[in-house]
């Protein structure tokens, strides 16, 4: 990933899994709750969908312990590589198998696995913006094919954030933004939201359908590595937002969210932010 800071004339280069790795210092207590939340039972076998560079399948490894089994699956080669290497590192390989595939045709037979979990994967909308269907049904259909009766589907989502604070309108600006709203825009269909997860759960079938968020607070002072992950955070909301900005708002990105300016907010020894993932879960009848 490569683009330019608003109104910046240095350029901030990260790669995707750079992205996910650095980001994920601050954002990942957050998904660790929703994962705990889901009660996984020891010795169970379930399917992670979107593993990405396996962040959190070493969370869902250790949950299933030594009789368990975790698939992590991604459609990325290269994903599933950096996903390998983690868990060998971890030394908790020998509880996940790597599956290369498409979450709207899972390579795996029916009834397979006792629960089902993505994390930030599940996002309808156009397949030309990196979307897996524009249908959240289809997507939710599937993987419930793959549940056994009574198995759990979980949904957890990056659902709100607050990360400048004592800019609250400056804040709102950012936010509304394409690159922080897509895929949905104002002619988008409100069922397509995240937030209507439950909404998508209980068309399908599922029972004992509900939803609950987790926060991961953010609070100074920042270490070098919270710092980082800071700045990966606003670049990964906001920096690709220049054409949406006035010239004003630009500068004050930069004094505010670049992590080499001395009015970086990751700098205040009182910092104090916070980001909220939101769980959705069923089970299957």
Known sequence: ??????????????????????????????????????????????????????????????????????????????????????????????????????????PFASDSFDWVVAVDTIWPGPVSSGCPSESPYLMIRELKRVIRSSGLLALAYWTLHRLLPGYPNFEARLNTSNTVNSPMNDSSNPEVHCMRAAQWLKAEGLENVSGESFVSDVRGPLDRDGRESLAAIFHMLWGSSANELSREDKEKYQDLCLKNSRQFVGNEPEYYGLIIYSMFNGTKA
């Open 1 to 106: 990933m490569s683009d330019e800071s608003p109104g910046s004339n240095n350029r901030v280069e990260y790669s995707y899994s750079e992205m996910l790795y650095l980001t994920d210092h601050l954002r990942g207590p957050a998904i660790r709750e929703c994962i705990d939340s889901m009660d996984i039972r020891e010795g169970s076998r379930g399917l992670e969908v979107g593993c990405g560079i396996g962040l959190h399948t070493a969370v869902l490894a250790d949950a299933v312990g030594e009789n368990g089994e975790v698939v992590a699956l991604d459609i990325s080669p290269e994903m599933l590589n950096e996903t390998n290497e983690r868990m060998v590192g971890s030394g908790l390989h020998k509880r996940v198998r790597l599956a290369l595939g498409d979450l709207l045709s899972l």
